[in-house]
């Protein structure tokens, strides 16, 4: 993946139902709508013909893109051709319901030009499954990704851990038939709920008790030990992928690279600039109908303090870590000198590490890196002062 190439990521914001710990843009309604949508969205896409730089990857994301027909997805991707120069090996990744999958729907989607799919399966656990909302069952989960596989597909699978009720037993026996499905990529994420969603409120409200956080800690480093045991490598803190299988759009993020999102609440982060496009969709739909471009509800050009925490609070969530050169190259200025007292004394107390010129949290710490976090913001917040105020005397 070149680092001068850039992503795109192309929201579908529908989805049958709405899952109840589930806070992004989506909504139920409007299906009607979609063929309209799917308009807007090419023609969004057509601002962007003087971009030059060739995209390396493609994300359709949602809400659900599965629902979306092969020829719909082929003509997205056809107006992507036609906008971007696309590099021959592109990674193009649809999100997947199980519950929606079929081998023809599957085979065509693979002939329209998709290579990757992502399974939002969550648990393999039936009970699980209702109690997060879920449309599929674990035998569809089961049955999808073996159907990915027939044709043709490397593939994901989402996984979450620390639901309600759930033990350290469980959660090893979920990895392990999850590793009976042979993905080539597995995302296990810790349940994390807003107190706006259903399932926040429940837990608020004591219907819902999740794990300790001493069982939190041991699911996790289970999952560490049982995925390196099968061959797979963590090269994120909730990303584990086979050998040569990491996905290069996610990388982009968490390498802090550029990438162009299009749709109604696609974010994007591009010519030093951060936009994000109206979650409402006829809004969206009129705006871009209108002038070709979408209604923003932000657009800002990140100050020095963002655009370094940013650099840091992503690229430390990597297993590979933050590069001391190229954060020297990016900031003319080295990391220890933005770090302060606070560097070497995250590294003393063994919270991070530098091996071969690359910055990195610790393996056995990397569930409190939010925590390791804080006070790398704090020693960002004290540098951009102290060169503020240099720069103020300077002045004078």
Same mark, same amino acid.
């Given at each position: 993946m070149a680092r001068d190439s850039i992503a795109l990521y192309v929201h579908?914001?529908?989805?049958l139902s709405i899952c109840p710990y589930c806070d992004f843009d989506r909504q139920a309604t409007g299906f009607d709508r979609i063929d309209v949508y799917l308009e807007a969205v090419n023609r969004e896409l057509a601002q962007f013909r003087q971009v030059d730089q060739p995209v390396h990857s493609i994300f359709f994301g949602g809400g659900t893109p599965s629902l979306m027909s092969a020829a719909q997805l082929?003509? %997205?991707?056809? #107006?992507?051709?036609?906008?971007? @120069?696309?590099?021959?090996?592109?990674?193009?990744?649809?999100e997947c319901n199980p519950g929606d999958a079929d081998l023809a729907k599957l085979q065509a989607f693979r002939a329209a030009g998709a290579t990757r799919l992502s399974f939002g399966v969550q648990s393999l656990d039936d009970a699980f499954l209702k109690l997060l909302g879920r449309r599929h069952s674990s035998a569809e989960a089961r049955q999808a990704a073996?159907?990915?596989?027939?044709?043709?597909?490397?593939?994901?699978?989402?996984?979450?851990f620390g639901l309600p009720g759930q033990s350290l037993e469980?959660?090893?026996?979920? %990895?392990?038939? #999850?590793?009976?499905?042979?993905? @080539?990529?597995?995302s296990c994420y810790l349940l994390t709920l807003d107190e706006n969603v259903q399932m926040g409120r429940d837990v608020a409200r004591g219907k819902l008790v999740l794990p300790q956080d001493d069982e939190l800690a041991?699911?996790?480093?289970?999952?560490?030990?049982q995925l390196a045991n099968a061959g797979f490598e963590q090269y994120e803190i909730s990303n584990w992928a086979r050998?040569?299988?990491?996905?290069?759009?996610?990388?982009?993020?968490?390498?802090?690279?550029?990438?162009i999102g299009v749709g109604a609440g696609a974010a994007s982060a591009y010519g030093g600039r951060r936009w994000k496009n109206t979650p409402v969709l006829e809004r969206y739909i009129s705006s871009v109908t209108a002038s070709g471009v979408a209604h923003r509800v932000e657009d800002e050009v990140p100050d020095l303090r963002t655009r370094m925490l940013d650099t840091l609070s992503l690229g430390l969530r990597l297993r590979e870590?933050?590069?001391l050169d190229e954060f020297r190259l990016r900031y003319g200025v080295d990391l220890a000198t933005v770090f302060g007292e606070t560097g070497p004394w995250l590294i003393?107390?063994?919270f991070l590490e530098c091996v071969d010129g690359r910055l990195k949290i610790a393996a056995d710490h990397q569930l409190i890196t939010n925590e390791i976090l804080v006070r790398i913001e704090e020693a960002i917040d004290d540098y951009v002062r102290r060169e503020t105020s240099a720069s103020q005397i300077a002045a004078r």
């Open positions: 579908f914001p529908f989805c082929s003509q %997205l991707l056809a #107006a992507a051709r036609e906008t971007f @120069d696309m590099q021959p090996d592109a990674e193009i990744t649809v073996a159907w990915a596989k027939q044709a043709g597909f490397d593939f994901n699978l989402d996984f979450m469980h959660w090893q026996d979920t %990895l392990d038939q #999850a590793l009976e499905l042979h993905p @080539d990529h597995l041991e699911m996790y480093t289970s999952t560490r030990h050998p040569r299988q990491a996905s290069r759009h996610n990388l982009t993020y968490w390498r802090d690279g550029q990438w870590g933050v590069s003393e107390t063994d």
